[in-house]
């Protein structure tokens, strides 16, 4: 259990870090009062978590050996893509993010005619962290993870680290914005998926 919980905690935290998610949080936090805004963002990205582990355990089901095979692939996969993003990058780029972000809230808060006050910031704040954070790589990842380790090891290792990820960004997200390298938090994270590639390879298939 310490094991998944540890790698789901490294995984979202490091993934999260400057992702289009961490941007909504953030500017929802300059629009609205924190507070508010922290809870519908950590209660987004707990309920995605969860259906992303049961995801998961459904997997389960299917040949063991294949389970691995595959979520090494896919750790291969978005260690690639995120070396290769990153070689692509300037070294302070967070522009596209935050783009992506304040283009998915307006979206979002035509479609969701929500109040912007109490419960109805928290509301939106849920709404569109959920639907960001839907097919995202952490989401995909996390399903892997929690198909081949304990379930609620993983769980509480991605919740905490989506948490923590959250909690910088509406309390001190602009001020970490303008002074997290994207380019080095993208190199940081393609290491960390070859690195659970290459354990996940080593203690269930070598």
């Given at each position: 259990m310490?094991?998944?919980?540890t ?42 978590t969860i ?6 355990q ?69 709404a ?14 996390t ?26 960004a509406?309390?001190g ?34």
């Amino acid at each position: 259990m310490l094991t998944a919980f540890t790698a789901g905690l490294l995984l979202i935290t490091v993934s999260e870090l400057g992702d289009k998610t961490f941007f909504i949080a953030m500017i929802l936090a300059m629009r609205y009062p924190r507070r508010w805004v922290l809870v519908g963002v950590v209660g987004g990205l707990a309920a995605m978590t969860i259906l992303s582990v049961l995801m998961g355990q459904i997997l389960t089901f299917l040949p063991t050996r294949y389970i691995n095979y595959a979520e090494v692939a896919l750790f291969l996969i978005f260690g690639t893509k995120l070396l290769w993003d990153a070689q692509r990058m300037k070294a302070t780029a967070n522009l596209e993010e935050m783009e992506d972000a304040e283009k998915a809230i307006a979206s979002g808060e035509k479609k969701l005619k929500i109040v912007p006050r109490g419960w109805g910031i928290v509301v939106e704040s849920f709404a569109l962290t959920f639907v960001a954070e839907w097919g995202d790589r952490t989401q995909i990842a996390t399903i892997a993870l929690a198909a081949s380790n304990n379930a609620w090891g993983v769980s509480a290792g991605a919740i905490l680290g989506h948490t923590i990820c959250a909690v910088i960004a509406v309390m001190g997200g602009k001020f970490v914005a303008g002074r997290i390298s994207e380019k080095t938090v993208t190199l940081i994270g393609g290491l960390l998926f070859y690195l659970f590639a290459v354990v996940s390879w080593w203690t269930k298939i070598a």
